[in-house]
């Protein structure tokens, strides 16, 4: 089991960026893809981008792409989210996830569903003004 702490949210104006972190516990860290999604208010949670257990592949839901860059450090069992030129429509509370299972393959892209992710941490707000 894993858990999950998200941080580095908050508000910024449009044209800005944020660096999100998420720090997982354990000592398995390495073993886990973790993937990031968002809810917006009134909205369901999307997928934002994920990344694989080595951090040799990310992916990226299309409206971040060029914009938002996943990495991770196994050595400090932290994955980040690198917000550039962030957009009023990328407010949303933004959760970290982690799954054992998931397999991330360059050449064979899936979006994931939130049920492809086990473990959940508790959300982080980031509010983006115009």
């Known amino acids: 089991q894993v858990q999950l702490v998200e941080s580095g949210g908050g508000l910024v104006q449009a044209g800005g960026s944020l660096r999100l972190s998420c720090v997982a516990s354990?000592?398995?860290?390495?073993?886990?893809?973790i993937g990031w999604f968002r809810q917006a208010p009134g909205k369901g949670r999307e997928f934002v981008a994920e990344?694989?257990?080595?951090?040799?592949?990310?992916s990226y839901t299309d409206s971040v792409k060029g914009r938002f860059t996943i990495s991770r450090d196994n050595a400090k069992n932290t994955v980040y989210l690198q917000m550039n030129n962030l957009k009023p429509e990328d407010t949303a509370v933004y959760y970290c996830?982690?799954?054992?299972?998931?397999?991330?393959?360059?050449?064979?892209?899936?979006?994931?569903?939130?049920?492809?992710?086990?473990?959940w941490g508790q959300g982080t707000q980031v509010t983006v003004s115009a």
């Open positions: 990344i694989n257990r080595s951090g040799s592949v990310p």
């Open positions: 354990g000592r398995t860290f390495s073993t886990y893809a």
């Open positions: 996830a982690a799954d054992s299972d998931r397999i991330i393959d360059m050449y064979v892209v899936t979006i994931p569903r939130e049920d492809d992710y086990a473990y």
